[in-house]
């Protein structure tokens, strides 16, 4: 089992970024897939969550209105679009599987700075 996330980097204040998340090695389509970040200091915190079944999405309100989730169940593969960044988007953004079993990957770190 894999998921293996890319797409980060640095970014100004008011950019944007697309994380992608390419899943492998479990039937993707059951899965609800999420966002998780961690910034310095503090606890991993939800960002998003689309589910398996109808696609229906959940945004942390920190990030409503900016972010969005989405997924391509025939590519294996997770998208978050991030735009209007912010500094206080500083994290390492973690991809995340969950249905009979959660899964996770190693993360991809977003730094927003000038």
């Known amino acids: 089992v894999q998921l293996v996330e890319s797409g980060g980097g640095l970014v100004q204040p008011g950019g944007s970024l697309r994380l992608s998340c390419a899943a492998s090695?479990?039937?993707?389509?059951?899965?609800?897939m999420s966002w998780y970040r961690q910034a310095p200091g503090k606890e991993r915190a939800l960002v998003a969550t689309?589910?398996?079944?109808?696609?229906?999405?959940n945004y942390a309100d920190s990030v409503k209105g900016r972010f969005t989730i989405s997924r391509v169940n025939a590519e294996n593969t997770v998208y978050l679009q991030m735009n209007s960044l912010k500094p206080e988007d500083t994290a390492v953004y973690y991809c995340?599987?969950?249905?009979?079993?959660?899964?996770w990957g190693h993360g991809t770190q977003v730094t927003v700075s000038s």
């Open positions: 995340h599987a969950r249905w009979m079993w959660d899964y």
């Open positions: 090695g479990f039937t993707f389509s059951n899965y609800a």
């Open positions: 689309i589910t398996s079944t109808d696609g229906s999405t």
